[in-house]
């Protein structure tokens, strides 16, 4: 990647937050997240001024994202992108997308997310999912019964309806203090599983 790309992903935030002492736990994941992806993500970095928000911020992710559940980590982070693509959040669209391009193995799919994942071929679970996902997003309080008998009738509990609404919840969030703070992505993250 050329130097003007990485420029343009620096700083990581607009605010003037400087970096806290990392904890303990704070620095062996930083450490780990550096092993297995060789680099920090930024949202971490942007995080850092505050342990206790970084390890709350961490704990909730890996929750969400990373623990058991009914919905595969693809589908969890699809959700994360249609959320994102729907609220323009910069810096959800390019980590995100990236992972689904990852997890997937389809660059297109990844593309096809970021852009309007109406446009992307979806199992029908899958497009319940989103268009239930996005609804919550751009109308929360349209949703009905309706709307979770929709997605009963394409195979997921009610335990999933909680975690996809958990990932939407979680991610329309993170765009807005995205958005907020102009938070950049990482510059590796343009050219992952292309």
Request: with cysteine; glycine share 4%; charged share 25%.
């Amino acid at each position: 990647m050329d130097d003007t790309a990485r420029r343009d992903d620096d700083p990581v935030i607009a605010l003037a937050l400087p970096a806290a002492p990392l904890s303990d736990a704070m620095a062996a994941y930083f450490a780990k997240c550096d092993e297995k992806l060789g680099f920090v993500p930024n949202v971490l970095r942007a995080y850092a001024f505050d342990m206790a928000k970084l390890e709350a911020f961490v704990a909730v992710y890996n929750d969400l994202m990373l623990a058991a559940s009914g919905l595969t980590k693809l589908e969890r982070e699809m959700i994360a992108v249609a959320v994102s693509s729907h609220n323009r959040c910069y810096y959800c669209l390019v980590a995100h997308g990236a992972a689904v391009r990852a997890l997937s193995g389809d660059p297109v799919l990844g593309e096809q997310m970021v852009t309007n994942y109406r446009a992307a071929r979806l199992s029908p679970r899958q497009r319940a999912m989103l268009d239930f996902a996005v609804k919550l997003t751009e109308s929360p309080w349209t949703v009905a019964d309706e709307d979770r008998a929709g997605l009963r009738a394409v195979g997921f509990s009610d335990r999933d309806i909680w975690d996809i609404a958990a990932v939407a919840a979680f991610f329309n969030m993170t765009n807005r203090l995205a958005s907020a703070t102009d938070m950049r992505p990482n510059p590796e993250y343009h050219a992952q599983a292309r």
